[in-house]
C-alpha cells in the first residue's frame, strides 16, 4: 500500500518505523512532509522512506493519507491536500479535530479518526479508531495493518467514544508514569538508594502487566493472589483505600474526557 505522511513528529515516524518493521508498506511505498526540511531528510536517511517537499507531492497517489500534525497545524495543511487526494482514505492521529472537520476542509468522505498512545512509539500502543461509510471494507483492513503495527488497535463504532479512549488509554500512559514515579519516591522515603527504587518500581509494573496479559485473569482475582489475610499487601491497600485511590483514578479519567469533549466541540451523540 501507498501512505502519504503529513508530519513527521515523535508519532509521524512511529509510524513509519512501525509499518516498515511489520511489513505492511516498504520504505519505497512512503512518502513523508513535514513544515521542517530537515525532519524530512532524518526520515528519510533513517528509514529510506520517500521525501516529499510540499504535503500536495506526499499524498500525490497514496491509498491512505496519513495527517499527524499537530491540532493548531492542520487548517494549513488541509489548505494544502483539499480536494487533492483522490481515491486516499484519511488517517488522522489529532487529538481534538472530529471527523466533520476532516471531511470538510479535507472534502472527502473517506475518514478515519484514531486515538493512539505515546507507546505506540516503540511498537507497544493502544490505538482506538472509527471511520466514516465512505471508508470501504478492503481500506478498513488496510487501517487495521497500519495501526496494528504500532501495538494494538480497536475499532469504535461511533466518534463519541474517541473522547473515551482519550481519557483512558490516551492520556493513560501519563496515569502510569506518575505512579512509577510515586512507587520510586515512596522507595526512596523508606530508605532505598534512587537507583533501585526506580529499578524495582519500573519492573514491577512492567511485569505485572505482563503477568495480567499472559493469564489473562481479572485484576481482582490476580490482587487477591498477593494480598495474604492480615499481611503487609493488605495493610498497603488499606492505605490506597483511606486515600480515596479509585476516586482519584476515576476523577482523573473523566477530567481527561471531559477536556477531550470539550477541545472538539462538545458531546458526540
Known sequence: MNIGL???GA???????????????????????DVIGERVRQLGAAYGAGMAETPEQAVDGADFAIMAVKPQDYAKAAQAVSGRL??????SIMAGVTIEQLTSALKTDAVVRSMPNTPAQIGQGMTVWTATA????????????????????????????????????????????????????AGVHIGLS????????????????????????HPAELRNQVTSPGGTTA??????????????????????YEKSKALGGGDKK
Open 86 to 91: 483522490g481515491g486516499a482514505t484519511v488517517i
Open 11 to 33: 508519532m509521524g515516524e512511529a509510524i513509519v518505523s512501525a509499518v516498515i518493521g511489520a511489513k505492511v508498506a516498504s520504505p519505497a511505498q512512503i512518502r513523508v512532509f
Open 235 to 256: 495493610e498497603a491497600l488499606r492505605a490506597f483505600e483511606a486515600g480515596s485511590f479509585r476516586s482519584d483514578v476515576l476523577e482523573a479519567v473523566v477530567a481527561a
Open 194 to 217: 534512587r537507583d533501585l527504587a526506580a529499578t524495582m518500581a519500573l519492573q514491577t509494573v512492567l511485569g505485572s502487566a505482563r503477568y495480567a496479559e499472559a493469564t489473562g485473569k
Open 134 to 185: 465512505g471508508v470501504s471494507d478492503a481500506a478498513r483492513d488496510g487501517v487495521r495493518q497500519i495501526l496494528g503495527a504500532m501495538g494494538k488497535e480497536a475499532f469504535v463504532p461511533e466518534e463519541k467514544y474517541l473522547d473515551m479512549a482519550t481519557g483512558l488509554s490516551g492520556s493513560g500512559p501519563a496515569y502510569v508514569f506518575l505512579f512509577i514515579e510515586a512507587l520510586t519516591d
Open 6 to 8: 503529513i508530519g513527521g
